[in-house]
Nanobody
């Protein structure tokens, strides 16, 4: 059973920055893929960024050049540095991973971009 705990959300003005962090526990394995998803009100959950154990990354087109995902594979932690935030980035952000064909989600952290 993997537990994911996120931190770092909040309220920020357009153009500002936030850093989200997620720590996984409950497994001795180095998780293969960890990622961040988000869900805005009235919209479906979407992938924001993912990173493999070897450091390969993938980003949604809407965040390329503004967001950076990183991880400490040995500690099963993943972070998302978000720069130049826009109002359309407002959403609940969820940490995600998979182990033994089971998908795990964190509880979510609210990010609000507003002046």
């Amino acid at each position: 059973q993997v537990q994911l705990v996120e931190s770092g959300g909040g309220l920020v003005q357009p153009g500002g920055s936030l850093r989200l962090s997620c720590a996984a526990s409950g497994t001795a394995f180095s998780l293969n893929v960890m990622g961040w998803y988000r869900q805005a009100p009235g919209k479906e959950r979407e992938s924001v960024a993912t990173i493999t154990r070897r450091g390969s990354t993938n980003y949604a087109d809407s965040v390329k050049g503004r967001f950076t995902i990183s991880r400490d594979g040995a500690k099963n932690t993943v972070s998302l540095q978000m720069n130049d935030l826009k109002p359309e980035d407002t959403a609940v952000y969820y940490c995600n991973t998979e182990l033994a064909s089971r998908v795990y989600w964190g509880q979510g952290t609210q990010v609000t971009v507003s002046s």
